[in-house]
């Protein structure tokens, strides 16, 4: 397989695992009282961490690659838009939830 294909592949499991959580996890997690919520919502966000974060990195070291290996910027551009959450989720939502 190429790059590119690697690549997408990364990406489109993030971004699946990305939309069920705000799609269905999430606002089910809602419904539950305040104490229950927190109780549930962190292992979650430790096991959502555990897979969400290598699937930006491997898709994004990807995407460099097929945007090297083809020289279109547009894999460039894909690869940085995918490892921007990383560092949100760590310096922005991570002190929050602390």
Known sequence: ?????????????????A????VAEQPAR??????ALLTQWKPAYKRGLVMQAPLALVGSALGL???????????LVGAVILVTNWPYTLFVVGPVNK
């Open 30 to 35: 809602l419904h539950l009282g305040y104490q």
């Open 19 to 22: 939309i069920y959580v705000n």
């Open 65 to 75: 690659l097929a945007g090297w290996q083809t020289r279109d910027r547009l894999w």
């Open 1 to 17: 397989m190429s790059a590119e294909q690697l690549s997408l592949i990364a990406a489109a499991l993030f971004s699946g695992a």
